[in-house]
């Protein structure tokens, strides 16, 4: 068993909506989580950063963890054709400097 | 912000060459990372370097080593090229201490032929 699921999709959505991407993970230990973006052919770019369990909002994304479903969440509002690409969680352990990453989720938003 | 940048986009190399990618990265990052990335297997780690002459393998570090001479380079070096070191290559750092989100470079396209 992979220590970080991810459905890797695809995940088709009209512009407008809703978008949840999720992860589970199996490690209690892990406490830091990351929410990447990488557009096709570059590399994965850091949209959100959260330590321990709760909520974060950067303008149209929301992070959130659930450390006692090991569970974490990141929400699109408002998803624009720019946001198509495959989005990537990351989390890690106090004292840990590698990552264990999902494999990604592959989105499109159609105009 | 944060910039790490890798010296080719695009390579072409045959195989047996030997092949360097460098990275660099302009933050005083303690933390470099080489990762491979390969559709359906995702990201994995070939090796990564938490200090100047430090290194640690990673899940697959076989047929590649590593170099860091200096804080801000971490260059990775295939000794003799296979076709099944046709990947994309990133780079990563990260700040350290309690930090552990690591910024990411564009990418190095490599084809073995």
């Known amino acids: 068993q992979k220590e970080v699921e991810q459905d890797p999709g695809p995940l088709s959505v009209p512009e407008g909506a809703i978008v949840s991407l999720n992860c589970t993970y199996s490690?209690?230990?892990?406490?830091?989580f990351m929410w990447y973006r990488q557009y096709s052919r570059k590399g994965p770019e850091l949209l959100m950063y959260?330590?321990?369990?709760g909520n974060k909002e950067d303008g149209r994304f929301t992070a959130q963890v659930d450390k006692s479903s090991k569970y974490i969440s990141l929400f699109i509002r408002d998803s624009q054709p720019s946001d198509s690409a495959t989005y990537l969680c990351?989390?890690?352990?106090?004292?840990?400097?590698?990552?264990?990453f999902g494999q990604g989720t592959r989105l499109t938003i159609n105009p | 912000d944060v910039k790490v940048t890798q010296s080719s986009r695009y390579l072409v190399k045959r195989t047996g060459e030997k092949v360097f990618l460098e990275c660099v990265q302009d933050?005083?990052?303690?933390?470099m990372f080489w990762y491979r990335q390969d559709p359906g297997l995702g990201l994995r780690l070939i090796y990564f370097?938490?200090?100047?002459?430090?290194?640690e393998k990673g899940d697959i570090p076989e047929g590649y080593s590593v170099s860091r001479e200096k804080k801000e380079r971490f260059s990775l070096i295939l000794e003799s090229a296979s076709t099944n070191q046709t990947s994309m290559y990133l780079c990563?750092?990260?700040?350290?201490?309690?930090?552990?989100?690591?910024?990411f470079g564009p990418g190095t396209r490599l084809t073995v032929t």
């Open positions: 990563a750092s990260t700040l350290g201490g309690n930090r552990y989100e690591q910024y």
């Open positions: 490690n209690s230990a892990f406490q830091y």
């Open positions: 959260t330590y321990s369990s």
């Open positions: 990351a989390m890690s352990k106090q004292g840990a400097q590698k990552l264990v």
């Open positions: 933050m005083d990052h303690e933390n």
């Open positions: 370097s938490y200090d100047v002459k430090m290194k």
